[in-house]
Structures are given as C-alpha cells and as structure tokens.
C-alpha cells in the first residue's frame, strides 16, 4: 500500500516509518512546501496521511487511487470533504491523541501572558531585561485568583480544568451541551465573556463559529482580561484582536493559530509585545505523533482487509 506522508519529519519519526515497510506500507515522505512533489505522488497513492497543508478538490480529482484521507490530528476543515465523499474517499480523523500537548501548550500560553514571558524574553536577550519599566508591573499576574472560561469543553478543557483549579481558578465553560463535571460551571457565552479573566478558546472551525470572538465579543469581556487561542484562527476576527490589543480589554494573548496561516512577516501582530506566539504546533509532541501513527497505520491495515475505519469523519 503507497502512503503519501504531506509533513518534513525528522530522523526520528522517520526511522519509525521506515520499519513500517515490514507491515507492507510503503510511506513517502512529501515536505509541506514541495507542492509540485505532493501533486506528482497523488497520482498514484491510495492513502494521504494530512497534517495542515489544505487538500482541494483539484488534488482529489487528480488522485485517481485515492481511498483514504487520514487527518493526523482532530479539525478537517483543510480538507475538501465534499469533494472527497463525491469520489467515494474516506476521511478520518483520530480525535484525543492530540490532546495531551494540545493541553500543555495552552498552560504555557496561559502563564506566559500573563507573566509577558515574550516581552522579557526579547528584553533580556537585548542585555535590557533587568531595565524594564516600572508601569510593566501592573500587567503581570497569576492564575491564582482569576476566573479561567473556556469556550469549548472538551477533552482539552478538560484535562486542563482540575490542574488550574488546584492552581487556584475558578471554572467556567460554555458549550453546546452542558458536561458531567465537578471542575466547571456551564454558564452562556456571554456570560463567560463577562467574566473571564483568562478566556481559552477550544472549537472547531465552522460557519458558525466563523469570527466567534469579534469586536463586540471584546466589548463584553473584563479590562485585562487575556486571551488563549490554540483551536482555530477563523474563530477570531483578527482585525478585533489588533484594536482589543492595542487599546483594550486585553492586556496580553496568547496564540498558536491565525486567520491565515503561515502568518504573514509583516502581520502587525507580529510588532505587539504583550503576544506571545508559536506557529499552530500545540499539538506537535514525539509522543502526539507515537499515537497519531498508531492509529494510522490501525486504518490502513483496516483498509486493505475491507474493515471498518476509526474515526470516519460524517458525510465520508
């Protein structure tokens, strides 16, 4: 079975695939910016294993082999489902093992705006760490104490809630339906707005969703409040996010994912000090991918004996 890898591994992922050729998987590494390579290796490949870089319907229509897109990660939204099922393509996702790290990096993103960790950081690398202004001090603070809402309450929140109630937060969440859960209150969205210091995105991106957080979801939330964004660009209205940075409510955010991705060098965000930023690898642990792979290749072994595929995605 020809595998189509659209991700630059490194050695050690890469030893970990190469031994897969003893389970009759042959797996050909395709780096993200060699497009012309991808589009040449679809055309006779009947599995991709998709990380970021979007699948169209121009490449499913020419990848006349092709039965399995395989998501590793959670969100599909890179991926042209429609055009997928109209050609009889499964998709699939592998939701959990990514969230782990997903978690971690959501803490980190969380202390560090809240203690300017990108602001000292360039500050002492310039040798001017120990000469900050005093006024510096009124925007730094601690999980202690605050409210944490997070929109979205899965299996990140989750994980994440009792290790910030043991640090001293209050809980808030809203979601689609409220949870089983002694570590949060199910409040509505506005109210979570309201009264979150800390306020931590975790949903898909979908039409509804679409520019969730806009100018006048800033307007509701507390002076100071900070913002953690590891779910989605398209679910902030970046424009807002520019205005609510530079002149409130926020005093700081915290983002691993943009409107558009890579985020462009000149993307003014990339000028504010009270950001702190990483490029959309919240999930990107060797131990994310140890499981990812796992249930990869589970589905393609699947696939070849006619079996049910994890995770199939609705509508594939």
Known sequence: MKIVFHYSSGPGLSADLE????????????????REGFDRALRDCEVVWHVLEPITSEHIHNA?????IQKIGVGVNTIDVAAAVAKGIAVCNMPGTNSQAV??????LMLSALRQASYFDHQTRQG?????????????????????GFVGYGEI?????PILKAMGARIIYTATTEK?????????????????????????????????????AFEKMKPGAVLVNTSRGGVVDQNALMDALKAGPLRAAGLDVYATEPISPDDPLLELDNVTL???????TR???????????????RLRGGNELLHRVSGS
């Open 19 to 34: 031994r897969l050729r003893q389970q009759g998987l042959s797996i050909q590494q395709i780096s993200v910016d060699d």
């Open 64 to 68: 006349p082999h092709l039965k399995l």
């Open 103 to 108: 978690a971690e990096l959501t803490l980190l």
């Open 128 to 148: 001017t760490g120990w000469n900050f202004p005093a006024e510096i001090q009124d925007s730094l603070g601690e999980i202690s104490g605050k409210t944490v």
């Open 157 to 161: 929140p989750q994980r994440l809630a």
């Open 180 to 216: 089983n859960t002694d570590d949060a209150e199910f409040v509505g969205l506005g109210d979570v707005l309201g009264a979150a210091d800390i306020l931590s995105l975790h949903i898909p991106l979908t039409p509804d969703t679409t520019n969730l957080i806009d100018a006048s």
């Open 278 to 284: 990483t490029p959309h690898i919240a999930w990107l």
């Open 287 to 301: 131990e994310t991918f140890k499981r990812s792979i796992a249930i990869a290749v589970e589905n393609c072994v």
